[in-house]
């Protein structure tokens, strides 16, 4: 498997490893991880843990006994894939939708550091469980990494159409605004894949139609409408980042508009750019951007080590940090989305090759 430039697939990960920073580098942001970590477990465990997996659980038991408003922002048939959350206490469910969410993250760090020392291999290990986004959504029992495993096999494999039936369950279960950007990449890279995640999202929405009823789906259209309005910056846990938090003023558009323009340039002159563009993307344009939706970016750090090596590793090591500022975690999501720009000629990488 070959990454951007045609290097070799240990130049991704192993990037971390190179002469500019080596070993060092990846034991401060483990460190810095580890430690900041663990402190937004402690405050925020007792606070918020568990809030989503038991959004989860009430909103099945509501859909099982016909019953409306639980103000879902997921489809209905989340709900009914939900259902076995409701065979156990709350607190057994949230303890199953964090270990899924560890199991993700562990199989995840398995596949991307295969060929590297074992101690490096643990360094990654500890700063991606360390990673403030990944905290939170652990404790809330979100499916932010549920969609980066479904993506995983459209952006690590080469373009066929089974490549994306993952995506479009996903897609039909939680088909949230920050998927639009990834989207419009696949329409360049990955079109195979992308009719497979858009055929298969609209026969399992029709399914969901069909066993909960088209008033359950017309109820959830309502919510999921209004649900991006609903100012959430006075929480810390799940403060809303997104630009569009700030209203469609001009000033706020004109910026939209720039970013837009921006990681549609990069899509279509790289691969591998635009894919980590488009992440960056998600998080600024999507109606609503909560802390724990940034763990989607674990996806782009291998190939946003082969173009952008420097920037991603000092991104990495202020990340914890910076997201002790809603306003600073923004900022810091437009660095990132400059350092995918394509200054220099295309170079046609593509992760998936």
């Not at 993506?151 to 373009?159: E, I, K, N």
Request: glycine share 10%; aromatic share 8%.
């Amino acid at each position: 498997m070959q990454e951007a430039g045609g290097q070799p697939l240990r130049a991704g990960t192993g990037a971390l490893l190179g002469r500019w920073s080596g070993r060092p580098l990846l034991v401060a942001v483990a460190a810095l991880n580890a430690i900041t970590g663990l402190a937004t477990a402690v405050i925020l465990a007792p606070l918020i843990y568990g809030d989503d997996a038991d959004l989860f659980r009430r909103c099945a038991l509501y859909l099982a006994e016909g019953r409306t408003g639980c103000n879902f922002p997921y489809p209905p048939l989340t709900a009914l894939v939900a259902r076995p959350l409701t065979w156990v206490s709350p607190g057994a469910a949230a303890i199953v939708m964090t270990v899924i969410g560890l199991v993700i993250l562990l199989a995840g760090v398995w596949l991307e550091t295969r060929g590297h020392a074992p101690v490096d291999r643990l360094l990654v290990g500890v700063a991606v469980l360390g990673f403030a986004p990944v905290v939170y959504e652990l404790l809330l029992g979100q499916t932010t990494l549920l969609i980066a495993a479904s993506l995983y096999p459209v952006v690590r494999r080469p373009d066929t159409p089974r490549s994306g039936v993952a995506l479009g369950v996903m897609m039909a279960l939680a088909p949230k605004p920050m998927l639009l950007p990834v989207l419009g990449w696949m329409l360049f890279w990955r079109r195979r894949a992308l009719a497979t995640a858009l055929l298969t999202a609209a026969v399992l929405t029709g399914l969901g139609v069909a066993l909960a009823g088209l008033a359950q789906y017309l109820g959830w259209l309502s919510v999921a409408t209004g649900f991006g309005h609903v100012s959430l910056t006075g929480n810390f846990a799940r403060g809303n980042f997104s630009l569009l938090n700030h209203g469609l003023n001009p000033a706020v558009l004109a910026l939209a508009g720039v970013i837009g323009a921006a990681t549609l340039w990069t899509i279509v002159r790289d691969s591998d750019r635009g894919f980590v563009a488009a992440l960056f993307a998600s998080l600024l344009l999507a109606p609503y951007t909560l802390v724990y939706v940034v763990s989607i970016l674990l996806l782009g750090v291998r190939p946003a080590l082969t173009f952008a090596p420097r920037a991603t590793r000092l991104l990495a090591l202020v990340a914890n940090p910076t997201l002790l500022f809603l306003s600073g975690l923004a900022a810091w999501s437009v660095l990132g989305l400059a350092a995918c720009l394509p200054w220099s000629r295309r170079s046609n990488g593509d992760i998936g090759r």
